[in-house]
């Protein structure tokens, strides 16, 4: 079995439905030579990937998996694996994960990185509450007026408290400057100078507070079985409140209301219990 790893570099047709993608894709496999290499199984991930996986699946007549949304027909799939808050109808060829399918193995480090990490950042005898700041998007809108409440609270902990802002890309420069103007001198934010230690900090904190807004951090902080704190977000879609709603049901997470408490969670690994249906199922292929 051929085993590579393609990736699809975004070209203008990208920009169409993935219909369209599809249509085009068609018309140009019939002018395109026949691949000598076979493949037993496509695994696909995101839009754009989807009408590749389906030409590839028609033409060599094999077996696909696609993860997300492919925005075509489920039929063109054997399998699809799609977030709860998706809200798909219940259909044999879909599995379905709590949030998106993070990687646990970034979390672990060696010891002396460990111990370089903690030097650098100052965090011996410290607790560490790491902060994950989303931002603005299709599905949400961050103001001001949703962080100053937290800013608030963690400027009023006491010396034994780190508190380390981590930004995305996806962060208002306006929220930038207004938590590194407003927060404490000894605290800290990241990334700066191309250096960023997310992984390492979700590995070390005590307590993980997440912007509404970020599926993606909140699912990557689950992983670590510490206490989480969704902050809330104003303006932010409905399907992804029902998403944090299932979390606070399965006691996995609570709602920011104006303090940092600590709490014995549990870590929740989707993509280790997806890998292990997706396993099952290709042996029934």
Not at 156 to 184: A, C, G, Q, Y
Request: hydrophobic share 40%.
């Amino acid at each position: 079995m051929v085993k590579e790893t393609r990736v699809i570099l975004k070209k203008k047709i990208h920009f169409l439905p993935n219909l369209g993608i599809f249509l085009i894709l068609k018309i140009q496999s019939f002018f395109v030579t026949e691949n000598k290499e076979k493949f037993n199984l496509i695994i696909s991930c995101g839009r754009i990937t989807a009408p590749y996986s389906v030409i590839l699946k028609q033409k060599l007549n094999i077996k696909n998996i696609h993860i997300l949304n492919p925005y075509l027909n489920f039929k063109n799939f054997d399998t699809v694996i799609l977030p709860n808050h998706d809200k798909v109808k219940i259909n044999k060829k879909v599995l379905n994960s709590t949030g998106i399918l993070a990687d646990k193995q970034k979390l672990i480090f060696t010891r002396s990185q460990l111990s370089n990490f903690e030097n650098i950042l100052e965090l011996k005898k410290k607790k560490v509450i790491s902060i994950l700041i989303g931002g603005s998007g299709k599905s949400s809108t961050m103001s001001l007026d949703d962080i100053r409440p937290v800013l608030k609270v963690v400027n009023d902990l006491n010396d034994k408290h780190k508190v380390i802002f981590l930004f995305s890309r996806r962060t208002p420069e306006f929220i930038k400057k207004f938590i590194i103007n407003e927060k404490r001198s000894i605290d800290n934010f990241y990334p700066q100078n191309n250096f960023n230690p997310y992984w390492f900090l979700l590995n070390r904190s005590d307590c993980i507070l997440v912007t509404a807004d970020s599926i993606s951090m909140t699912s990557e902080a689950l992983l670590t079985g510490k206490p989480i704190l969704i902050i809330p977000i104003i303006k932010i879609k409905e399907k992804i409140k029902n998403f944090h709603f299932d979390l606070k049901k399965q006691g996995l997470i609570k709602f920011f209301k104006n303090d940092i408490i600590f709490w014995k969670n549990k870590c929740l690994d989707e993509s280790k219990r997806i890998a292990y249906l997706v396993k099952k199922k290709i042996g029934s292929f």
